[in-house]
């Protein structure tokens, strides 16, 4: 199993609906292909990590960095998985620049109260890695 960490700007600012229609894409495509991980946003930059099947990711990977939505895609970790460090997210989402992003299908607070002790008490390297990101890259509340 394969886990991809990238970042990325986007070419022009996202509305709440341009992220809800990534977020429901996303989260279809990667039911569907055996995929799962995190997406946030903030100030027009993304962070997101990919975890599945190695060949499936590498091919979503590449579909992604050719989005003319964003640019600059620079992968930031790339590792090899025993087993999957957010099997329950098909796409866990933060969206760091208001609140907007509690109202979209799906929303899973990655970064909330409930989110953050998940991530303060991670067992695993990506989720240890996302936290790791939330004091690197996100503003503190």
Same mark, same amino acid.
């Given at each position: 199993?394969?886990?991809?960490?990238?970042?990325?700007?986007?070419?022009?600012?996202?509305?709440?609906?341009?992220? +809800?229609? /990534?977020?429901?894409? #996303? $989260?279809?495509?990667?039911?569907?292909?055996?995929?799962?991980?995190? *997406?946030?946003? =903030?100030?027009?930059?993304?962070?997101?990590?990919?975890?599945?099947?190695?060949?499936?990711?590498?091919?979503?990977? +590449?579909? /992604?960095?050719?989005? #003319? $939505?964003?640019?600059?895609?620079?992968?930031?970790?790339?590792?090899? *998985?025993?087993? =999957?460090?957010?099997?329950?997210?098909?796409?866990?989402?933060?969206?760091?620049?208001?609140?907007?992003?509690?109202?979209?299908p799906g929303y899973e607070d990655i970064m909330g109260r409930r989110?953050?002790?998940?991530?303060?008490?991670?067992?695993?390297?990506?989720?240890?890695?996302?936290?790791?990101?939330?004091?690197?890259?996100?503003?503190?509340?």
């Amino acid at each position: 199993m394969l886990s991809i960490a990238y970042t990325s700007s986007a070419t022009e600012p996202m509305s709440e609906d341009d992220i +809800a229609a /990534i977020l429901l894409k #996303s $989260r279809a495509n990667n039911r569907r292909f055996d995929i799962t991980g995190a *997406l946030m946003y =903030r100030g027009q930059r993304f962070v997101q990590i990919l975890e599945g099947p190695d060949e499936i990711v590498r091919e979503r990977f +590449a579909l /992604i960095a050719e989005d #003319s $939505r964003h640019k600059s895609v620079q992968t930031i970790r790339e590792m090899r *998985l025993i087993e =999957r460090q957010f099997p329950e997210w098909t796409m866990g989402f933060r969206e760091v620049d208001s609140s907007a992003g509690t109202q979209l299908p799906g929303y899973e607070d990655i970064m909330g109260r409930r989110g953050a002790e998940r991530i303060k008490h991670a067992d695993n390297e990506g989720q240890q890695f996302l936290e790791w990101l939330g004091e690197y890259w996100l503003p503190r509340a």
